[in-house]
Nanobody, 125 residues
Framework: VQLVESGGGLVQPGGSLRLSCAAS????????MSWARRAPGKGLEWVSG????????TYADSVKGRFTISRDNAKNTLYLQMNSLRPEDTAVYYC???????????????????WGQGTQVTVSS
């Protein structure tokens, strides 16, 4: 299993970024996926998840209405569109594969068994 994130960078407050996660080594379309983040000096925080088919999504309250998760099962790719970015969104962002085939999205970090290397997002003027 390999998960490779990209798309991070430096952006001003109020700006946007789109993260991508290229997946390989497993049947991508069969598993829920999520994004999580680790801010400087803090623990890992679940951010958003999407079910296997892409029709069900869920978000942490801190990003609801600003972030949109999506997936392209034909391209084995997970996305996170981030709008109205704030300095508190600064973190390393990770994509993660659920440890359960199908099913609903879990918000528990422990329910994910493979993680990417992360991509840095910095929101600063």
């Amino acid at each position: 299993v390999q998960l490779v994130e990209s798309g991070g960078g430096l952006v001003q407050p109020g700006g946007s970024l789109r993260l991508s996660c290229a997946a390989s080594g497993f049947t991508f379309r069969a598993y829920p996926m999520s994004w999580a983040r680790r801010a400087p000096g803090k623990g890992l925080e679940w951010v958003s998840g999407i079910n296997d088919g892409g029709g069900g999504t869920t978000y942490a309250d801190s990003v609801k209405g600003r972030f949109t998760i999506s997936r392209d099962n034909a391209k084995n790719t997970l996305y996170l569109q981030m709008n109205s970015l704030r300095p508190e969104d600064t973190a390393v962002y990770y994509c993660a594969k659920s440890n359960r085939w199908g099913g609903v999205v879990s918000t528990a970090i422990s329910d994910y068994d493979y993680w990417g290397q992360g991509t840095q997002v910095t929101v600063s003027s």
